[in-house]
């Protein structure tokens, strides 16, 4: 399994708690280009086509309930990951860099421990998510 690989993997297999070995030498921006893209499929499966802002403030609810640390996590961060997934790219605007990481370190879980992702389905999300990184650096 290669470093990014690992990042994805262990960024759905539970949250904030990626391997800081593969973190140091893979360096901060490579890490954010992963997280980016394990959130962007991982909503994208969530919601087949672009949710209304009530569907993602109602989604941000359920997940403030599901996860009680996710209360870090400002709707305003979830629409601007939501629309950063559906290719929006609105302005995150009043939204700190810290914030939107928070909620890359988040969100590939909490979407994912909804499917139940285990064995070939978790292998199939992780391909969606390297292919979407590596075709986007060609």
Known sequence: MNDDE????????????LPEDVMDRLGDERVTVLLSAATAVALQRRFPSEPSR??????????????????LIQPAVVEALVGFAFGRGRSAEGV????????????PYAVASEED??????????????????????
């Open 6 to 17: 690992q990042i994805v993997r262990s960024a759905v297999a539970a949250p904030a708690q």
């Open 54 to 71: 009530e569907r993602v403030l109602e989604f941000t609810d359920a997940l403030h309930a599901r996860f009680p640390a996710a209360s």
């Open 96 to 107: 700190s860099a810290d914030d939107l990481r928070t909620g890359l370190l988040v969100l």
């Open 117 to 138: 992702l285990e064995g070939e389905a978790l292998d199939g999300f992780v391909t969606e998510v390297l292919q979407s990184v590596y075709a986007s650096e060609e």
